[in-house]
């Protein structure tokens, strides 16, 4: 086999709005639905509103956070985090 061996996301294809730090829309252990953009450099983007995290868990507790008026909330310890969420948020039959 042949080719690229890695799938990225620049920065400018996470959402519509600035992003400062990836780090503050996507975190560890997130499972991201995200749509190929580019097949040559492998290259993803999660701008469409149906894209970004679907779910993602409390660093602290290990369970899932809650989509709670637009924010995350851990159910457990009430830690807030930020994500690029997709609409599709919780929804998810993973
Ligand atoms: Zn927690």
């Known amino acids: 086999m ?3 061996t890695q799938a ?3 920065i400018s294809n996470v959402k519509d709005s600035y992003v400062q ?3 503050q829309e996507f975190g560890y252990q997130d499972i ?3 749509k190929v953009i580019d097949t040559k450099n492998m290259r993803l983007s999660t701008v469409d509103k149906n894209l970004g ?3 993602s868990q409390c660093p ?3 369970i899932n956070l809650k989509f709670e008026n637009g924010k995350l909330k851990c159910p457990k310890c009430e830690r807030r985090e930020n994500r690029k969420l997709s609409q599709d948020y919780g929804k ?3």
């Open 60 to 62: 602290r507790c290990k």
């Open 53 to 55: 995290v679907i779910t």
């Open 21 to 23: 730090d990836l780090a």
């Open 32 to 34: 991201v639905k995200a």
């Open 92 to 94: 998810g039959l993973i």
């Open 2 to 4: 042949a080719g690229n």
């Open 8 to 10: 990225a996301i620049h």
